[in-house]
């Protein structure tokens, strides 16, 4: 989902040197990617509200200003300090609007908007299911992405974030542990505790559904 760190830290050393159009290219390199995180993070209600290209611009211009810093003092690659940024602003869109006497919308998050349930989805959720990869029928692919998010609900924040991460944005375990402040082996102990919690909800859920 993020592009390549190769072409990345090219555009980097082109803007630390000032050459033009540098930074430009470097934030419209990672556009994309910046929205596809915000929109499969956004909150339903709040996607009537609040358009995604609307946060992405926000998270670029902020991106642009604090460019400099980032270039003098780099504590990450750049894509996980930019899609920081963007989970700020994800963050601060759903406490601007939460709705009065309804749960708050900055605790729904991050949650995947089944329009944006793409090909890694649905892998992942046939082979927690232990169904083929692509079913024929409409009605049980359907039913198999109502199961998956029902199942990725169930876990706790930190830990669905871990597959989102892993499975959505390709992001490595390390990658993640830096992105979330752990070390390497709690970041892929606190995955593999998700997957198997993740399998577990799936195959009650069918196992109940058998009887």
């Not at 990617?33 to 998270?59: F, K, N, P």
Request: hydrophobic share 40%; proline share 4%; with cysteine.
């Amino acid at each position: 989902m993020w592009p390549q760190s190769d072409k990345t830290e090219e555009l980097l050393g082109d803007a630390r040197a000032g050459r033009d159009g540098a930074v430009d290219r470097l934030l419209d390199r990672h556009r994309e990617a910046v929205r596809r995180m915000v929109e499969m993070r956004m909150d339903r209600r709040l996607m009537r509200r609040v358009d995604a290209s609307d946060i992405v611009q926000e998270v670029l211009i902020e991106a642009h200003r604090r460019l400099q810093d980032y270039l003098a003092k780099p504590v990450m690659p750049f894509h996980l300090w930019l899609r920081q940024m963007a989970h700020d602003r994800l963050i601060d869109a759903h406490r601007r609007h939460r709705v009065a006497a309804r749960r708050s919308l900055d605790r729904e998050q991050p949650l995947l908007a089944p329009a944006h349930l793409d090909h890694s989805t649905m892998e992942l959720a046939a082979q927690l299911c232990d169904h083929e990869l692509t079913p024929a029928a409409a009605a049980v692919l359907n039913e198999l992405r109502a199961k998956f998010e029902a199942a990725l609900e169930e876990l706790d924040e930190q830990d669905r974030e871990i597959v989102v991460m892993r499975h959505f944005e390709k992001l490595s375990n390390s990658e993640v542990a830096t992105a979330l402040n752990l070390t390497p082996p709690a970041a892929s102990m606190r995955y593999l505790r998700a997957v198997r919690r993740l399998r577990a909800v799936l195959g009650s859920d069918q196992s109940s559904s058998d009887h």
